[in-house]
């Protein structure tokens, strides 16, 4: 049997190559949109004081009763809705509002209780395992050192900020999806990572905002600065954010 004979590459000239693309057969390269330079300190200080006049007293929108069901709400929280979250921890919280009661529920109840919520079983098992380290290591209270709070079961950099910041009164940024968009949309620190932008925030937000900062911005993300339709229109801020492609009001 003879083999046939592998034709060679057709080269395409620089000539029939414009040619090409003048039919249309050939996508023109566009350069791309440069990102807009982070705001300068003053910008960002008005930024927190407008956010702040809007909502001087910002809180969670997850219910909890203490450091203990914070905890259990944030750790809930992954994955899932605040309003989700809060619909099945208000009856899991009347039954075990501290580590010993929810260990004396058991998994399988928790499961119950938390069985609307995405990885439920996954999330109920690091429930009641936290809750059985807080008793054996901490003496039933949650601990207030990042190291402690990170290691426990189904809680990691972000869970341990908030349980810090809102429990504990600490100037943690928990960067979450809302706040990673805000940061890199206005942009204020922008990063490749959560971590980065979280190491940015803390690092330029003045001292006076740092406290709720993390609720602000998340609050803003999530009901004004949006991820598919920012509503910018209403955005007490949108003439200080250098977000290109502001979205105009409805008609």
Known sequence: MTRRKQAAPVQITAPAKAARAKAGLVKPVTARATTPEPVDAATLAEIFARLRAANPEPRSD?????????????????????????????????????????????????????????????????????????????????????AHLEVLPGVGKKTASVVLNVAFGEPTIAVDTHIFRVSNRIPLAPGSTTDKVQAGLEAIVPEPYRLNAHHWLILHGRYVCKARKPECWRCPIADLCRYPDKTPAPV
């Open 62 to 146: 997850l219910e909890y009763l203490n450091p203990y069901t914070l905890l259990v709400a944030v750790v809930l929280s992954a994955q899932a809705t605040d309003k989700s979250v809060n619909l099945a921890t208000a009856p899991l919280f009347a039954r075990a509002d501290n580590p010993a009661a929810m260990l004396a529920l058991g998994e399988e109840t928790v499961r119950h209780h938390i069985r609307t919520i995405g990885l439920f079983n996954t999330k109920a098992k690091n429930v009641v395992a936290l809750s059985r380290i807080l008793i054996e290591e901490h003496g039933g209270e949650v601990p207030r050192a990042r």
